[in-house]
Structures are given as C-alpha cells and as structure tokens.
C-alpha cells in the first residue's frame, strides 16, 4: 500500500527554537493516523505547515504523489487535503445545513455572470451540495438538529459539525487536532466511531493529533510520538505506547 501523505525531514524554527528537527512521517490510503507526544513536542506545527499555515524551513510535504510544499491552504484545501480544529468554528447564528452548504468548495452561483447565464449549471450544483450535506448529516446522526442554529448545539454536535464542515469539500485527507477533546468519555468513542465510519463509508484517511490515549488507540492503524521536535517512535500503537523511549518521554514512565 502506498503512501497518500509523506513528509520528508520536515524542518520548521521560530527564532532560535527548532520546533520540528527533520520531521518524516507517512499516512497511508484509508487509514487513521495518530500523533502523540507531551505538550511542546511539535505536533501540531507539523499539522500547521502540512495544511499551510507555516511555511518550512526545510524539507518537503507530498501529498497524493504531488509536492505541495509550502503552498497556501487555500490551494492545499482545493487539492483535497482539509483539517479542523481543537474548537470548533462554525457561524453560531447559521443552521447545521447552512453551516454545511457554505463550507463546500467549488459554488457555481458565487460568479455573477454563471449565476445570471448559467443559472440550469448553478441549480445543479446546489442541488448536488445538498444531497451531500444530507448524506454527512446522516452519516453524523445530525439529521434532527439539521435546522436548528449552531448556537443551539451540544459540545459535542458542535465537534460533530466541525467534522461535517470538513467533509463538503469533498477532501481525501483531513487532518484533526484533538477531535475528543473536552468531551464526556461516552461521547468521544461515539466521536471515533464516527470516524472509523467515515474512513470506511467515504474511503477517507485521516491524520489524527490527540493526547487521549486511552480512548483513541483502539481507533487508529499507525501511531507516532513525537518529543521536541523529532519522531521517536512509530509502528503499531500497541508497540508504541509499550516502547520504553516514548513511556519515559511522554507517559512519565
């Protein structure tokens, strides 16, 4: 099985800090992917500069055979590579499916003249985004809350949206950071379960940054611990949690 996403020793620094130190890491098609690591360790900039927020310093990032690196997220975003983050950012005074249907790439109406002269191209193309917001909204168990205002949701339906928000762009990768967190346990499996839904419903990879362990291991197919700045373990979680580099570096151990 080949590799949907590779960084090759990915180097990024703020000043004299080396947040990532020669970073490679791989996430394979239709597969769950997890960092882990201490606060500080470096993961979430390697999220930053893989969706484009940081620009690197060294080293490269390829996604899909193509080499994307240091491109905006705009263009990362249309090239099918999408993230979310740890607190969800939907419009509070939007419904779920507004919410929904303004996350979707590629709206035809959005150009005044295809909307005035192609108006049979631009219906379509609403018709078909709807049709796929009530298929994630399904697939999430939103379908009830579909006309209710974000405002009005749980924390944990807000996360549920933010996912959902990710998935209108039709993406085949899409990067989490901390999708669990600040949720009841019961919640945060049902959360993974979702997931694990998606990635075999849609065929989606998923890269995941998350520090419960005890909920999310039994989720994801690859794990890597990562501790300032470099990767110090990777391979099966079973075999990475147990490894005894990562238990004295991250666990406490």
Same mark, same amino acid.
């Given at each position: 099985?080949?590799?949907?996403?590779?960084?090759?020793?990915?180097?990024?620094?703020?000043?004299?800090?080396?947040?990532?130190?020669?970073?490679?890491?791989?996430?394979?098609?239709?597969?769950?992917?997890?960092?882990?690591?201490?606060?500080?360790?470096?993961?979430?900039?390697?999220?930053?500069?893989?969706?484009?927020?940081?620009?690197?310093?060294?080293?490269?990032?390829?996604?899909?055979?193509?080499?994307?690196?240091?491109?905006?997220?705009?263009?990362?975003?249309?090239?099918?590579?999408?993230?979310?983050?740890?607190?969800?950012? =939907?419009? $509070?005074?939007?419904?779920?499916?507004?919410? !929904?249907? %303004?996350?979707? #790439?590629?709206?035809?109406?959005? /150009?005044?003249?295809?909307?005035?002269?192609?108006?049979?191209?631009?219906?379509?193309?609403?018709?078909?985004?709807?049709?796929?917001?009530?298929?994630?909204?399904?697939?999430?168990?939103?379908?009830?809350?579909?006309?209710?205002?974000?405002?009005?949701?749980?924390?944990?339906?807000?996360?549920?949206?933010?996912?959902?928000?990710?998935?209108?762009?039709?993406?085949?990768?899409?990067?989490?950071?901390?999708?669990?967190?600040?949720?009841?346990?019961?919640?945060?499996?049902?959360?993974?379960?979702?997931?694990? =839904?998606? $990635?075999?419903?849609?065929?989606?990879?998923? !890269?995941? %940054?998350?520090? #419960?362990?005890?909920?999310?291991? /039994?989720?994801?197919?690859?794990?890597?611990?990562?501790?300032?700045?470099?990767?110090?373990?990777?391979?099966?979680?079973?075999?990475?949690?147990?490894?005894?580099?990562?238990?004295?570096?991250?666990?406490?151990?």
């Amino acid at each position: 099985m080949g590799s949907y996403l590779r960084t090759h020793d990915l180097v990024k620094k703020f000043g004299g800090l080396i947040a990532l130190n020669g970073v490679s890491i791989e996430v394979r098609p239709n597969t769950i992917t997890m960092l882990i690591g201490p606060n500080g360790s470096g993961k979430t900039t390697l999220i930053n500069v893989v969706s484009g927020v940081y620009k690197p310093d060294g080293g490269r990032v390829v996604f899909d055979e193509q080499d994307i690196t240091g491109w905006p997220p705009h263009e990362i975003y249309k090239a099918g590579l999408v993230r979310t983050f740890q607190i969800p950012a =939907a419009f $509070k005074k939007l419904t779920v499916m507004e919410n !929904l249907l %303004v996350a979707a #790439r590629d709206h035809v109406g959005e /150009s005044p003249l295809v909307a005035l002269l192609k108006v049979k191209e631009w219906m379509k193309r609403e018709e078909e985004l709807e049709e796929r917001a009530e298929k994630i909204l399904e697939l999430l168990d939103l379908e009830g809350v579909k006309d209710k205002r974000a405002s009005e949701l749980s924390g944990g339906q807000m996360k549920l949206l933010e996912i959902g928000r990710s998935l209108m762009s039709e993406p085949r990768l899409v990067l989490m950071d901390e999708p669990v967190a600040g949720v009841n346990p019961r919640l945060a499996r049902e959360i993974m379960d979702y997931i694990v =839904a998606l $990635k075999e419903e849609l065929g989606l990879s998923f !890269l995941i %940054v998350e520090h #419960r362990l005890d909920i999310v291991l /039994s989720y994801v197919d690859r794990v890597y611990a990562m501790h300032r700045g470099q990767v110090i373990s990777e391979g099966a979680p079973e075999e990475v949690v147990s490894d005894p580099v990562v238990v004295e570096a991250y666990l406490g151990g």
